[in-house]
């Protein structure tokens, strides 16, 4: 069936250094993104969204990437920090889904000091 | 933002007995709410869609005998995992949505059946 998918389940950064993570989708008919960060032990919290009518959104320290072409979905992360350690996880709808996520794979990040 | 507040964080029961996991909307009434399970290192999996006053419809390969869920509430939806064995040991999360896109998440169980 219709799934998001990530490439890498783990990514390593340096302190003060960007990270980037990677999210692919495969319904076409997706048309609401969003990236979540969940701690060990709690769930998922709301980072940054963006609409297919968009191919890019910034928030604080936080930029989303949409390509619709290639159903690809990244999240940038600015001057990374060890606060920032988490795993990552994008997730899609669409609108006749009834607020129905699905969610990517996940993607832990580690930001060494 | 909204509050999801899930309860109890952590639950330890014996194989055999059921536990009821509670999810509540703070300070918003959610028609509608939905429960996840989480294995470690994994996504997660959605079980159900509760929806207020109607029954839960439950995804592909869920007991919905299993795992009742109730939504007696706007602001209220209950996850039992009944007869609980210890594959059933997992992190369970609800969320709850404002409208047709935002998705506010509890702070998850972890239940562990010994």
């Known amino acids: 069936g219709e799934s998001v998918g990530l490439h890498l389940p783990t990514l390593s950064v340096q302190e003060g250094d960007n990270s980037i993570i990677n999210c692919a989708y495969s319904?076409?008919?997706?048309?609401?993104f969003i990236w979540y960060k969940q701690e060990s032990g709690k769930g998922p919290q709301f980072i940054i969204d963006?609409?297919?009518?968009?191919d890019k959104r910034q928030g604080q320290r936080v930029t989303v990437l949409l390509n619709k072409t290639v159903k690809h979905l990244s999240l940038q992360i600015a001057a990374t920090q060890p606060g920032d350690s988490a795993v990552y996880f994008c997730?899609?709808?669409?609108?006749?889904?009834?607020?129905?996520?699905?969610f990517g794979g996940g993607t832990r990040l580690m930001v060494k000091p | 933002g909204a509050v999801v507040s899930q309860h109890p964080s952590r639950v330890i029961c014996k194989s055999g007995t059921s536990v009821k996991i509670e999810c509540r909307s703070l300070?918003?009434?959610?028609?509608?709410m939905f429960w996840y399970r989480q294995f470690p290192k994994q996504s997660l999996m959605l079980m159900a869609t509760?929806?207020?006053?109607?029954?839960?419809?439950?995804e592909q390969g869920v007991e919905k005998d299993k795992f009742l869920i109730n939504h007696a509430s706007l602001t209220l939806s209950t996850l039992t995992v009944t007869s609980a064995h210890p594959e059933d040991s997992s992190f369970y999360i609800c969320?709850?949505?404002?409208?047709?896109?935002?998705?506010?998440f509890g702070q998850g169980t972890r239940l562990t059946v010994v």
């Open positions: 509760s929806n207020e006053g109607s029954k839960a419809t439950y």
């Open positions: 300070d918003f009434q959610a028609t509608t």
């Open positions: 319904n076409s008919a997706s048309d609401y």
């Open positions: 963006i609409r297919s009518n968009m």
């Open positions: 969320s709850a949505s404002l409208g047709y896109t935002e998705a506010f």
């Open positions: 997730a899609e709808t669409s609108d006749n889904a009834g607020n129905m996520l699905t």
